[in-house]
């Protein structure tokens, strides 16, 4: 059972960047995925959150009309796209894949905002 994140890297404020999440080993279809974000310091927080089908979204009011989240179960991945990005979205950002029976995390992908 994996999950990979990928598409970190260092963005100029304003800028763009789209996270993968890309699953293998288990039926990723049957999962609600959700991208959380901890910043140095701070706790972990709830970014957004897709449906397992991948029609329904909700998101946190930081990202709200800025990010994007996007499901593809055919090929067992998740985006998360960024944008209008500012300072304080600089974090580790993680995927997570969640069911009523079982809960996977990625090892996460580091989102820096900087000039």
């Known amino acids: 059972v994996q999950l990979v994140e990928s598409g970190g890297g260092l963005v100029q404020p304003g800028g763009s960047l789209r996270l993968s999440c890309a699953a293998s080993?288990?039926?990723?279809?049957?999962?609600?995925t959700r991208w959380y974000r901890q910043a140095p310091g701070k706790e972990r927080e709830l970014v957004a959150v897709i449906a397992s089908a991948g029609g329904s979204t909700n998101y946190a009011d930081s990202v709200k009309d800025r990010f994007l989240c996007s499901k593809d179960n055919a090929d067992k991945t998740v985006y998360l796209q960024m944008n209008s990005l500012k300072p304080e979205d600089t974090a580790v950002y993680y995927c997570?894949?969640?069911?009523?029976?079982?809960?996977?995390w990625g090892q996460g992908t580091q989102v820096t905002v900087s000039s």
């Open positions: 997570n894949a969640w069911s009523v029976n079982y809960e996977y």
């Open positions: 080993g288990f039926t990723f279809s049957g999962y609600f």
